[in-house]
């Protein structure tokens, strides 16, 4: 499928992913924290301590597959690291065109 086909549409499973990734709190906080700094699997893991480690990995597997989170092997360590552009996507084509839209409401409101 286009891209503007996807735009059109409104259906875009990625953009389902994100939307779903964003849903939970947990992981919003997660991607705060990986906004400061990529960190390690297991710095991510200590710095959500009130969780167990596997629900922390259950909720990165979801950030991941959504490509908000990506991830490299250095050694025994996993680094992670915040991937921007699913957020500036979904910017772009739902916040961006909304803030328009209401924008142009006002101007024809004042006019």
Not at 14 to 32: G, H, S, T, Y
Not at 44 to 53: K, M, N
Not at 58 to 74: C, F, P
Request: proline letters at 5%; one cysteine or more; a positive charge.
């Amino acid at each position: 499928m286009t891209d503007a086909a996807r735009k059109g549409s409104g259906d875009d499973p990625v953009d389902d992913l994100v939307f779903k990734a964003l849903a939970a709190p947990l992981r919003r906080r997660m991607l705060d924290a990986l906004k400061d700094e990529p960190l390690t699997t297991g710095a991510l893991c200590a710095r959500f301590s009130e969780v167990d480690r596997t629900t922390v990995l259950q909720h990165l597997r979801v950030l991941e597959r959504a490509e908000l989170v990506t991830g490299r092997r250095i050694g025994r360590e996993r680094h992670l690291a915040l991937a921007p552009l699913p957020i500036k996507r979904l910017h772009d084509r739902w916040i961006g065109e909304y803030a328009r839209a209401a924008v142009d409401l006002l101007e024809r409101l004042n006019d």
